[in-house]
């Protein structure tokens, strides 16, 4: 079935550091891959996806690219703040099989010192 | 923008009450989701439905029912509450139009059931 491995936590970086948060997949179609981020005692928002191989998306600084190659979709910040301190999940939409669902990555804390 | 709204965002419960977790979205979504998040477990789907009246189960459906009389509208209904699903609970909504199914979420409902 589908997974997703996403790097563990929690991570801890000062502001303006650079991030990068690890996300690989397996899937048995084409998926379409996503980043949410949840702010504490909020839902999950939205960060941004990629729906095909080489597309990147980006959002509020935050930039992932879709690898076919390596099955990865590493979410990527060049200067971090202490507003981004979250938990991010990484999760794909497999379009080969159950459409309607998606699989959820483990989830990374982030947190930010000024 | 998309726009889920959950009935309450935090809720106490006694053990054997039946409890009614009501969410509504208002982007004409087809698909919609109830999971439960809890720390180290992640995020555990309970039920789907792709259809009014329609529903299925997700990988949590035990101690749980669901309804969905109107497209907008999906319940989590606990038939007699346990302490064991005290829990944050996330309603998601997403339509197959946007080609990759991202799931929009609402503010998620602390529930404590004592």
């Known amino acids: 079935g589908d997974s997703v491995t996403q790097m563990e936590g929690p991570v801890t970086l000062s502001e303006e550091a650079c991030l990068t948060i690890n996300c690989t997949y397996t899937a048995t179609g084409y998926p379409s891959l996503f980043w949410y981020v949840q702010y504490p005692g909020e839902g999950l928002q939205l960060l941004l996806k990629?729906?095909?191989?080489?597309d990147k998306g980006s959002n509020k600084g935050f930039e992932a690219t879709y690898r076919k190659e390596t099955t990865s979709f590493h979410l990527e910040k060049g200067s971090v703040q202490v507003s981004d301190s979250a938990v991010y999940f990484c999760a794909l939409s497999d379009l080969g099989g159950s459409a309607r669902q998606l699989t959820f990555g483990s989830g990374t804390q982030l947190t930010v010192l000024p | 923008d998309v726009k889920v709204t959950q009935s309450s965002r935090y809720l106490v419960k006694r053990t054997g009450e039946k409890v009614f977790l009501e969410c509504v979205q208002d982007?004409?979504?087809?698909?919609m989701f109830w999971y439960r998040q809890d720390p180290g477990l992640g995020l555990r789907l309970i039920y789907f439905?792709?259809?009014?009246?329609?529903?299925e189960k997700g990988d949590i459906p035990e101690g749980y029912s669901v309804s969905r009389e109107k497209k907008e509208r999906f319940s989590l209904i606990l038939e007699s509450a346990s302490t064991n699903q005290t829990s944050m609970y996330l309603c998601?909504?997403?339509?197959?139009?946007?080609?990759?199914?991202?799931?929009?979420f609402g503010p998620g409902t602390r529930l404590t059931v004592t």
């Open positions: 998601a909504s997403s339509s197959g139009r946007t080609g990759s199914y991202e799931q929009y």
């Open positions: 982007m004409d979504h087809e698909n």
């Open positions: 439905s792709y259809d009014v009246k329609m529903k």
């Open positions: 990629a729906t095909k191989a080489d």
